[in-house]
């Protein structure tokens, strides 16, 4: 009877044991299993989400340079392009869904930043300051022009000078190709700023995508003489653009700039001799000695290629921009895009200015310190510095094999009678 019972004792005693054992196992297992599924989930979705947004950034872009192309000088954020942009989007995120069952928090995600560029397009058309959050921080830098995208490369092409020359004009009108991108300030890098080191001046350059262009202009370089040294140590290769106008109405135009900022600086006619009466021009001051373009060019051509500088004429610039940038374009090797239908000749300031291609929209010109109206010089002051620069500008004309005509300028009523 012991012995039955001892046995009765443990055979009930070691099926709880096991089914316990059992049990937790059972539910551990359960738990573990539960956890990978949610886990797998989660990510699936996460990577949803980020392929999503990724097709909806490439398709941003590709309508941002088709609408570069076709209507290339629209540099300005318009409702319509955001409107159409976001509703794009929208599609794109929504055949996603459709084809592989997106959850619908991801495309209200995608329909709520549509809605906040739309918000925004409307308030900077109300002349209101947009404000941006940091959700649609991706969506904005597709919007405004990619500038997060690519890579920052040292410049390929620079506009070297010449000051008061139009590199300004020509700077804003080669922005408009979707296949540049430059720097809007004059970096100063190879005449101020070479100590601070090249990687220093890469960080100043736009981002660029493959094809594209970076550029800087800094007009001062063309007469600093370590400048081509310096550039043609960073890159041997590399494309100059030099703007070179009337040496006369160039330093008339200069002057004009420095006595807006300093009325008290004497005459331009006292500035310009040494001695008047003896008719000794004063070639050290800057305003003159910046159109003597042929000693500067000397200095270039000791390390530079013809073949890779490109001389615009400012005067042409001004009369017939078409022409002149469908020559710089063909230097850089892109795409006749600028062409006569983004200039508007505003007569008020007497030179042209940017728009867009559309007959509705309104010019866009430079600054209030260009177009100013060069003061009233002696015309026999005019004379002498004709016949000073002469003997320079017929130099000039063999180095490049480019006849400018500034002789027959010596009424000193040319295009170029502005700022």
């Not at 096991?18 to 979705?45: E, G, K, R």
């Not at 619908?104 to 109300?126: D, K, L, N, P």
């Not at 649609?136 to 010449?162: F, H």
């Not at 004379?383 to 017929?394: D, E, G, S, T, V």
Request: overall charge positive; glycine content about 6%; hydrophobic content about 35%.
């Amino acid at each position: 009877m012991a012995f039955w019972s001892s046995t009765s004792v443990f055979t009930s005693k070691v099926p709880r044991k096991i089914l316990f054992m059992f049990t937790l196992s059972l539910s551990v297992t359960y738990l573990f299993y539960s956890l990978m599924s949610c886990y797998n989930s989660f990510q699936f979705q996460e990577n949803y989400v980020y392929q999503g947004r990724l097709v909806t950034e490439e398709t941003t872009f590709v309508t941002l340079r088709e609408k570069l192309y076709s209507t290339s000088s629209q540099i300005y954020l318009d409702e319509e392009f955001v409107e159409r942009t976001a509703t794009e989007q929208t599609i794109a995120v929504s055949s996603i869904r459709n084809s592989v069952g997106i959850d619908e928090r991801t495309a209200g995600w995608v329909r709520a930043q549509a809605a906040t560029t739309r918000s925004a397009a409307a308030a900077a058309a109300a002349g209101e300051p947009p404000e941006f959050s940091t959700t649609d921080s991706e969506l904005r830098r597709a919007v405004n022009c990619t500038s997060d995208y690519g890579v920052k490369k040292l410049p390929q092409a620079i506009i070297i000078g010449v000051k008061k020359g139009g590199t300004r004009a020509l700077l804003e009108a080669l922005r408009v190709h979707p296949d540049v991108r430059a720097v809007g300030n004059e970096p100063h890098f190879f005449d101020r700023n070479y100590e601070k080191g090249l990687d220093w001046y890469r960080e100043l350059m736009p981002s660029t995508l493959e094809g594209q262009i970076t550029m800087e202009k800094t007009p001062s370089y063309f007469v600093t003489n370590s400048a081509p040294k310096r550039i043609h140590t960073m890159a041997r290769d590399i494309k100059l653009i030099i703007v070179v106008r009337n040496p006369v109405t160039r330093a008339i135009s200069d002057y004009t700039q420095t006595l807006s900022k300093r009325p008290e600086i004497p005459t331009f006619e006292v500035l310009a001799f040494k001695n008047r009466t003896l008719g000794l021009i004063d070639a050290s001051w800057s305003a003159l000695r910046i159109g003597i373009y042929a000693l500067h060019l000397e200095s270039w051509m000791q390390y530079f290629p013809l073949s890779q500088m490109h001389f615009v004429s400012g005067e042409r610039l001004i009369v017939d921009p078409a022409g002149e940038m469908a020559k710089v374009q063909d230097f850089l090797g892109l795409k006749r895009i600028v062409t006569d239908k983004h200039f508007y000749f505003n007569k008020t300031k007497g030179f042209p200015c940017l728009k867009k291609p559309e007959d509705s929209s309104t010019p866009r010109c430079l600054g209030k310190s260009k177009g100013r109206t060069h003061p009233k010089i002696d015309p026999d002051v005019i004379r002498r510095l004709h016949k000073f620069y002469k003997p320079f500008n017929m130099m000039f004309y063999q180095m490049t094999g480019q006849n400018f005509q500034w002789e027959l300028e010596e009424d000193g009523n040319s295009p170029g009678s502005r700022d």
